[in-house]
């Protein structure tokens, strides 16, 4: 069992320039999450999906863009890469609230330059 | 979401009991205590997690006081691959975020 997949590890962008960090998970699970961990900091939520087609905002959404057409998949993009979006993303999957443990991915580590 | 307030920084022996505590006072009956773990740079380990009874799984118990305001993560042997930072979370239940504080760095030293 795979469990949640991101790609790509690691990525180096320059100011201005767009991507998309790609989250996939096996477990077929309904709920999924975006964060974002600064250096010796907690993880903050930046957008979460409760099932296909269902996108809402965490703590901090700005300058990121989310869809989620399939159960699987949860791909977030940055439209113009600041360096205010240096950090490691971690995607996030669970059967459903409250009771439901989270499971993650091991990160993107992303540059901007 | 209910607050959680962390030491942030404890020490353990290896091979003895790491008992980390969260005082999370503002809790309601419906939110769950969770613990989490980041070894290094990599994603959250889950630890357990427990409503209102004490929990016990493989890697370690949690012990929530009769009150709910505070609860202890109990590491019965610790290992020096246990060095990490935990998080105490509390989530309510019909909602769908975990928010995370700062966490308690803990180092096991031999």
């Known amino acids: 069992n795979a469990g949640v997949t991101q790609t790509p590890k690691f990525r180096i962008l320059k100011i201005g320039q767009s991507m998309t960090l790609q989250c996939a998970q096996d477990m077929n699970h309904n709920y999924m999450y975006w964060y974002r961990q600064d250096p010796g900091m907690g993880l903050k939520l930046i957008y979460y999906?409760?099932?296909?087609?269902?996108?809402d905002k965490g703590e901090v959404p700005n300058g990121y863009n989310v869809s989620r057409s399939t159960t699987e998949d949860f791909p977030l993009r940055l439209e113009l890469a600041a360096p205010s979006q240096t950090s490691v993303y971690f995607c996030?999957?669970?059967?459903?609230?409250?009771?439901?443990?989270?499971?993650f991915g091991n990160g993107t580590r992303l540059t901007v330059t | 979401d209910a607050k959680t307030t962390q030491p942030t920084s404890m020490d353990c022996a290896e091979g003895r009991a790491a008992n980390l505590p969260c005082n999370h006072s503002t809790i309601s009956g419906n939110e769950y205590v969770y613990w989490y773990r980041q070894i290094h740079s990599q994603g959250p380990q889950y630890i357990i997690h427990g409503l209102k009874n004490n929990e016990t799984n493989e890697m370690a118990s949690l012990i929530i006081t009769e009150d709910r305001k505070s609860s202890t993560l109990i590491l019965p042997h610790a290992t020096l691959r246990d060095t990490a930072v935990y998080y105490c979370?509390?989530?309510?239940?019909?909602?769908?975020?975990?928010?995370f504080g700062t966490g308690t760095r803990l180092q096991v030293f031999p």
């Open positions: 979370i509390v989530r309510v239940y019909n909602t769908d975020k975990l928010i």
């Open positions: 999906s409760v099932g296909a087609g269902i996108t």
């Open positions: 996030a999957s669970s059967y459903g609230t409250g009771d439901a443990p989270l499971h």
